[in-house]
Antibody, heavy 119, light 108 residues
């Protein structure tokens, strides 16, 4: 089965670091871009950035440049999203998603990872 | 950045109604426009890609149209299970996608 499986929910304190993951299976992981989408509580979807696991080419949305780091481990078929110093405003659900084809359709999504940052 | 604006932000309609949601881009994006449905607690699911192509497995009551800057998602005969939030997404800007703010649809 083609799927993206994300790591579990996290509860962190402000200033702590965090790395969440997204594991692809059922397809050639290195041949497809993987993007990250933020959804704050009760709010809409925000595009954060995207990585090509084949060569680790990363593109960040301007709003998220410098705020997070996107990486991938080809050997584990896993993409990552990490923070070095979390803020309360990072509280959100984070989805990974795979665009298919040249029209950028996000046809495959992970189940989401809830990150809660609270003192 | 390409900005996407959806309207309305929310609406309520009855079973069997025809419903239209609009999405406007501040830049011409040809047909690089996709529509997603998101139900509470779930990841978004693609309904329409390339402005008007129905994704496999999506009921035919969903349709999309538009070109350039103005796009619409239409549900021809609303069903109870269509209660959800709907998002448009532009993919014209390669790998730098943006979403509309969402339209919350309640089925009475």
């Amino acid at each position: 089965e083609v799927q993206l499986v994300q790591s579990g929910a996290e509860v962190k304190k402000p200033g702590e670091s965090l790395k969440i993951s997204c594991k692809g299976s059922g397809y050639s992981f290195t041949n497809y871009w993987i993007g990250w989408v933020r959804q704050k509580p009760g709010k809409g979807l925000e595009w954060m950035g995207i990585i090509y696991p084949g060569d680790s080419d990363v593109r960040y949305s301007p709003s998220f440049q410098g705020q997070v780091t996107i990486s991938a481990d080809r050997s584990l078929s896993t993409a990552y999203l990490q923070w070095s110093s979390l803020k309360a405003s990072d509280t959100a659900i984070y989805y990974c998603a795979r665009p298919i084809g040249s029209d950028g359709t996000l046809d495959l999504w992970g189940q989401g990872t809830l990150v809660t940052v609270s003192s | 950045d390409i900005q996407m604006t959806q309207s309305p932000s929310s609406l309520s309609a009855s079973v069997g109604d025809r419903v239209t949601i609009t999405c406007r881009a501040n830049y011409r994006i040809d047909t690089y426009l996709n529509w997603y449905q998101q139900k509470p607690g779930k990841a978004p699911k693609v309904l329409i890609h390339a402005a008007s192509s129905l994704q496999g497995g999506v009921p035919s009551r969903f349709s999309g149209s538009g070109y350039g800057t103005d796009f619409t998602l239409t549900i021809s005969s609303l069903q109870p299970e269509d209660s959800a939030t709907y998002y448009c997404q532009q993919s014209y800007s390669t790998l730098m996608y943006t979403f509309g703010q969402g339209t919350k649809l309640e089925v009475k």
